[in-house]
């Protein structure tokens, strides 16, 4: 495996590369890697010759400074992770190296979806999330960059950004990952005591019952039974649950049929902030 600090020697290999007429697939991290990751890098793999992974932490999609302090950092264990399945390059910049002294956001327009959801608690995030993966495109030039289905939300506005910016490559969505208990696989997981490591799958059965509940009743019911469960969970604390459109991330009004709807949730557990969907089906 190739490890680059610098974006000029990267852009000179895979510049070669592409002279070569190889596919080149990209899977961006913040690191702290886990399956759910590796799922992704294994997607790529399949699909094209070579596979770049980045792992920045990126600080301008944090609207806590807290959160990017804490935000775990387990480089050594996360290389060795991915040479175990012959990732090609990893590309391991720092920050002055990405935002040259400048750190700030562009200022981004994603027709709405940016308002939604995420965006009404996570002040600017996803125009730090759009700078970002922007930048990293231009640097790596892929042919197809890969995104985990659990940050939805995000995945559709990378969508958004690629169509409105006409960037030439294609995005591809991969399903969540997750424990055998259920629980959506994060980086986060790991700071998570026992004891509210125990009670977090709690978030994907209470999904899995909402989605039950979808096909006979509606969603204004359903997102009461939810806020319900867990205003009687003692260690969970539900931000927001919602159900959306998938494509505009409206909020549903009434079930239309030719239209497809996603249950979305946050939850804090102590002072961890998990976040997880589900595909809802209509009967």
């Known amino acids: 495996m190739k490890v680059f600090t610098e974006k000029q020697p990267l852009k000179a290999h895979l510049s070669s590369k592409k002279i070569e007429n190889k596919s080149i697939g990209f899977v961006p991290t913040m690191g702290a890697l886990h399956k759910g990751h590796l799922s992704l890098i294994e997607e790529a793999k399949k699909k094209n010759d070579l596979v770049v992974v980045s792992i920045f932490v ?34 391991y910049p720092s920050v002055n190296e990405i935002y040259n002294n400048n750190i700030s956001s562009d200022s981004f327009d994603f027709d709405g979806l940016e308002f939604k959801m995420e965006g009404k608690f996570r002040d600017g995030h996803f125009n730090g999330v759009g700078t970002i993966v922007k930048t990293l495109f231009e640097i790596v030039n892929p042919d197809v960059a890969y995104f985990g289905q659990k940050d939805f939300q995000q995945l559709q506005i990378i969508k958004k950004m690629v169509k409105k910016h006409n960037l030439k490559l294609k995005i591809k969505g991969c399903p969540i990952y997750r424990e055998d208990d259920g629980l959506a696989m994060s980086s986060r997981n790991v700071r998570l005591s026992s004891s509210l490591r125990e009670a977090a799958p709690f978030i994907y059965k209470t999904l899995k019952k909402a989605r039950k509940k979808f096909k006979t009743k509606s969603a204004e019911k359903v997102v009461s039974w939810v806020e319900k469960e867990f205003k009687e969970h003692s260690l969970l604390k539900l931000e927001y649950f919602t159900i959306a459109e998938e494509k505009t ?11 497809k709807y996603r249950a979305f949730i946050a939850v804090f557990a102590g002072d961890i902030r998990l976040i997880d969907n589900i595909k809802l089906k209509q009967s």
Do not use: R
Request: some cysteine; proline content about 4%; glycine content about 0%.
């Open 249 to 259: 991330l409206e909020t549903i009004i009434t079930k239309e049929s030719d239209k």
């Open 58 to 91: 990126n600080p301008t999609q944090f609207d806590k400074e807290e959160d990017l302090v804490n935000y775990p950092k387990t480089l050594d264990k996360d290389k060795k992770m991915l040479e175990s399945i012959d990732c090609d390059v990893l590309f």
